[in-house]
């Protein structure tokens, strides 16, 4: 493995993060490198990976690595720029434009434009169990030029520019989604997204491999080449996959009985310090080998 384990996982642990970031290797000195193999613990089993129709935890914390949001979030829960550059708000609150980062491309090659933005939105009105209520003041999404969206409303809703996050209303390709019904999945091969990383391969109840995605907008992130989540059902199983160092990284992988010896030996770290949901991680706790 070629990631630097101690230093990622001290930068992991300093956010209280499970594999928050679009992925980092680190030399010594601190500095991003390229390469290397993030092995990530899961459980359970993932059934969907994209929150356009669900509202499941493993939606949440698996699609922000292949679809994003509008918008990212800090930890003080304030917006920044994501897919859109610029928004802005109207006095009376009932339209929210925002312009779009120009030279992004859907993993199949294809532009991301406003109408991908729009698609979206009115699916996750129609489709998410949340986005039912967050959009249900929705009335149109206006599309005047290829990089602008304006989403407009009946009465306002301050709390709407929270949920444009990436685990909460990832934008997803309209040429692909418009081809299946909102209650569905897509298929593999469909599971595309403008993110820095690409679903490669994925075995129910065994494995999912994420391949960095080369045409990354945010060039030269993501930093990792390749992260396989490993679906573990079994604590203990878990618990001895970490400590062999089959995996890196995992939330709550290890059994509670199990922390203290573990801890003892020096060469493990635990933290319960929670990531903002908004964001691109999820709320978690970790536990993570630092020995080099």
């Known amino acids: 493995m070629s ?9 992991l642990l300093l956010g ?16 991003p490198v390229q390469g290397g193999t993030l092995n990530w613990a899961f459980y359970p089993d993932p059934t969907s990976l994209i929150a356009i129709n669900t509202s499941s935890g493993t939606g949440q914390a698996i699609g ?5 949001g509008l918008l990212d979030f800090d930890y003080d829960l304030s917006p920044k720029p994501l897919l859109a550059t610029e928004w802005s708000i109207s006095d009376d609150g009932l339209r929210y434009t925002f312009k779009l980062r120009k030279g992004v491309k859907w993993h199949d090659g294809k532009d991301f434009t406003s109408q991908d933005v729009a698609f979206t939105i009115l699916r996750l ?20 030029d290829p990089h602008t969206a304006i989403i407009v409303l009946s009465k306002p809703a301050p709390y709407l520019i929270t949920a444009l996050s990436s685990s909460e209303s990832p934008i997803v390709p309209k040429h692909v989604y418009e081809t299946f019904k909102p209650a569905e999945q897509p298929k593999l091969e469909q ?13 129910p109840g065994s494995h999912l491999i994420f391949d960095r995605n080369p045409d990354y907008w945010d060039a030269p992130r993501p930093y ?21 160092g089959e995996i890196d990284i995992g939330a709550n992988p290890v059994p509670l009985a199990d922390i203290e010896r573990l ?10 310090t929670p990531t903002p949901i908004p964001a691109r991680s999820s709320n978690c706790s970790s536990t993570t080998k630092t020995k080099s």
């Open 224 to 244: 990792l080449d390749r992260v396989v989540l490993h679906v573990i059902l079994d604590p203990a199983a878990r618990s001895a996959a970490l400590e062999t």
């Open 125 to 144: 009105k129609e489709a998410h169990p949340r986005g039912r209520i967050t959009y249900q003041n929705v009335t149109a999404v206006e599309t005047p």
């Open 263 to 272: 801890k003892a030996t020096l060469l493990w770290s635990s933290t319960q």
């Open 3 to 11: 990631v630097n384990r101690r230093h990622f996982n001290q930068l």
């Open 191 to 203: 599971t595309i997204g403008t993110g820095p990383f690409v679903l490669k391969e994925w075995v």
């Open 64 to 68: 922000p690595k292949v679809n994003e």
């Open 16 to 31: 209280g993060a499970c594999f928050a970031l679009p992925g980092f290797s680190f030399a010594a000195e601190g500095t």
